[in-house]
């Protein structure tokens, strides 16, 4: 069997490298992706925004599977335009992506299924949105409603700074994703992220995850895309999964599939776990980066049969068996620690050479998954983006997780790098 990989980011270099290590897997092929990605099998250098080159990309090969990692291809249609020419793909619809893609779009399901959720108003209207702030209490959540790349939630503690940001993003702070905007209660507690595979119908859930979004250590400073994650996280009891199943996923996944827009693939419930029970921060319509990468390094099974009766059918009367394919009572505590460019999330330098990543993966247990890397003329490995290694280790326990995690990262010779030193504390 051959699969496609759609992606260049850690989160892929995870899903090619445990895709990899399937029994039924012949080759595995990327688009475009990283060099980590490159020793796994062919990258083919195909931009999965262009639509008409991914399509050409997949008559060439024929996959049998094709997995998109990314939330911006499904935005553009790329899993609908390759079902249209008669293949599978482990990724929702355009129109179901609009889960992540449109904060208005999810948070009207969310009242519609009658899901557990932060009160909001959304608008259109400068003076609208400013006069209904004026009327809400600090702290004042301000939410884009369309794709800004991790950027778009303003959380202040003021009003005034509430007024600017509602006046920013409205007038092209974020182009034409902030034309609209979310005006949203803040919720207290401690967030998941929890991952489901569905078909739109079964449903299989992963073992719950928490990232560290804040760039700094003790969840300071501005939010990145995720500086590094485990599982599973205890705050997620038997009881509050429970909850996140019966209150959240199986009504929203009934509710898109009665409304003709079934949910395939990996959805992403960030939940705020509180006392009164679990609710939804946001869905994303794909695995989190990066508790992909822990949640592939801590599956001690095989995740393909689970991906192709997802993007087939067949979940509900298959569940027992891919469930135990995948290992899934099994799972091993893992963490990730990313290492990122210095000045990330804001601007950094590339260039510079990363040595030690072999040498680092060679520790029992570590695994390192690349991001935003290249290759210099001299054929060694450089940092190319903010994110660039994610030092995944799994263990006996998380303890052990997190210092396998740790001693990988110190193999790792890269002057500009920088990592959070706390990785796992709210487990640990
Ligand atoms: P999102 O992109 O929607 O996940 O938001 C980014 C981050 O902002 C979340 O991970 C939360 O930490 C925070 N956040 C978003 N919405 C809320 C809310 N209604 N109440 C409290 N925190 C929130
Ligand atoms: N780690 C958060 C995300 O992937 O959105």
């Known amino acids: 069997?051959?699969?496609?990989?759609?992606?260049?980011?850690?989160?892929?270099?995870?899903?090619?490298?445990?895709?990899?290590?399937?029994?039924?897997?012949?080759?595995?092929?990327?688009?475009?992706?990283?060099?980590?990605?490159?020793?796994?099998?062919?990258?083919?250098?195909?931009?999965?925004?262009?639509?008409?080159?991914?399509?050409?990309?997949?008559?060439?090969?024929?996959?049998?599977?094709?997995?998109?990692?990314?939330?911006?291809?499904?935005?553009?249609?790329?899993?609908?335009?390759?079902?249209?020419?008669?293949?599978?793909?482990?990724?929702?619809?355009?129109?179901?992506?609009?889960?992540?893609?449109?904060?208005?779009?999810?948070?009207?399901?969310?009242?519609?299924?009658?899901?557990?959720?932060?009160?909001?108003?959304?608008?259109?209207?400068?003076?609208?949105?400013?006069?209904?702030?004026?009327?809400?209490?600090?702290?004042?959540?301000?939410?884009?409603?369309?794709?800004?790349?991790?950027?778009?939630?303003?959380?202040?503690?003021?009003?005034?700074?509430?007024?600017?940001?509602?006046e920013e993003m409205m007038t092209g702070k974020f182009g034409d994703a902030s034309n609209a905007i979310i005006i949203e209660e803040f919720m207290t507690g401690e967030e998941a992220s929890i991952f489901v595979l569905t078909d739109g119908d079964g449903a299989l859930y992963l073992p719950a995850a928490q990232d560290h979004k804040r760039v700094g250590d003790g969840d300071v400073g501005p939010n990145t895309g995720g500086m590094g994650a485990y599982a599973p996280a205890p705050v997620v009891t038997p009881r509050q999964l429970e909850l996140i199943q019966t209150l959240i996923v199986e009504p929203l996944l009934s509710g898109m599939a009665e409304d003709g827009m079934p949910y395939q693939g990996a959805l992403y419930v960030g939940v705020m776990i509180a006392e009164t029970g679990p609710r939804v921060v946001e869905f994303n319509a794909r695995f989190g980066d990066p508790e992909c990468q822990v949640l592939m390094a801590g599956l001690p099974g095989d995740i393909v049969p689970a991906l192709l009766v997802c993007a087939t059918g067949g979940l509900v009367q298959s569940h027992n068996s891919v469930s135990q394919m995948m290992g899934l009572l099994d799972f091993r505590p893992t963490a990730t620690v990313v290492m990122a460019s210095a000045g990330y999330p804001g601007s950094y330098e590339k260039g510079a050479v990363i040595k030690g990543v072999d040498a680092a993966g060679d520790i029992d247990g570590v695994s390192v998954f690349q991001a935003g890397c290249g290759v210099n003329g001299s054929g060694e490995l450089i940092a190319e983006g903010g994110r660039v290694l994610g030092v995944t280790a799994t263990g006996e326990s998380l303890r052990q997780a997190v210092d396998r995690a740790y001693q990988g990262v110190d193999c790792i010779d890269w002057s500009t790098g920088f990592f959070r030193k706390d990785i796992g504390w709210r487990a640990l």
């Not at 301000?142 to 005034?160: M, Q, R, Y």
């Open 1 to 166: 069997m051959r699969i496609l990989i759609v992606g260049s980011g850690g989160r892929e270099h995870a899903l090619a490298w445990k895709i990899k290590q399937s029994p039924l897997v012949d080759e595995v092929y990327s688009a475009p992706g990283n060099p980590g990605m490159d020793k796994i099998g062919p990258c083919f250098d195909v931009d999965p925004m262009d639509l008409h080159k991914m399509q050409e990309l997949v008559l060439q090969l024929a996959p049998d599977l094709t997995v998109i990692g990314p939330e911006a291809p499904l935005a553009v249609g790329l899993s609908d335009a390759l079902r249209a020419r008669g293949f599978d793909v482990f990724a929702p619809s355009q129109a179901a992506s609009q889960l992540e893609t449109s904060k208005g779009f999810a948070k009207y399901l969310m009242a519609k299924y009658d899901i557990p959720t932060a009160a909001y108003q959304r608008f259109t209207d400068v003076a609208e949105a400013l006069d209904y702030v004026g009327t809400q209490s600090a702290p004042y959540v301000i939410k884009a409603d369309g794709l800004a790349a991790g950027k778009g939630v303003v959380i202040c503690d003021n009003l005034e700074d509430a007024e600017n940001e509602i």
